[in-house]
């Protein structure tokens, strides 16, 4: 999120922008996603405790989905957006990265050490298996063909 905090904040190259929206809308939120989603439900079967959480960032995980489309319908548009469409598109932008932000953080003191405990090597396996895991695009061992303008710029950081 800091590239697309960046993109925002500097030229907005348009390329990098659909890059980054593209990555989240076809790889974060149709797998990474839901495979948190399959491991918070196990995570609470074992431990209720922290079930408010985990509604909690099921819905945002819901929010975020939709927020990500919007954007990255904006961001591939064949005509030139207006000005007022641009001062939309990059509210929208910020409360994405703010919403991303908050999440992660959640996510990072509430239920990811928790996993870490509760969690076995099953369990990760076999939610791997439930949604048919696919390996990440940009982060994973080899960048596919239409991210690479985004690690390029990934990597110039
Ligand atoms: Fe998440």
């Known amino acids: 999120m800091a590239l697309l905090t960046e993109e925002l904040a500097s030229t907005a190259d348009p390329g990098v922008l659909r890059g980054v929206m593209n990555y989240m809308v076809h790889y974060a939120d149709q797998f990474h996603h839901p495979l948190e989603d399959l491991l918070f439900a ?12 985990i509604e909690k960032l099921e819905q945002e995980h819901a929010d975020i989905g939709k927020a990500g489309a919007s ?8 005509d030139a957006l207006t000005k007022s469409e641009v001062e939309k598109a990059t509210v929208l932008a910020r ?9 992660r953080e959640l996510e990072e ?6 996993a870490n405990i509760v969690l ?21 061992p080899a960048a596919a063909a239409g991210y690479l303008m985004v690690l390029e710029r990934l990597l110039r950081h």
């Open 109 to 114: 003191r509430t239920v990811f050490p928790l």
């Open 42 to 53: 196990r995570l609470q079967r074992k431990d209720p405790s922290v079930a408010a959480s």
């Open 95 to 103: 409360e994405y990265i703010d919403g991303l932000n908050r999440h």
């Open 71 to 78: 954007l990255l319908a904006l961001f591939t548009r064949e």
């Open 120 to 140: 076995e090597t099953r369990d990760f396996e076999a939610v791997r298996t439930e949604i048919k895991w696919q390996t990440d695009p940009v982060f994973g």
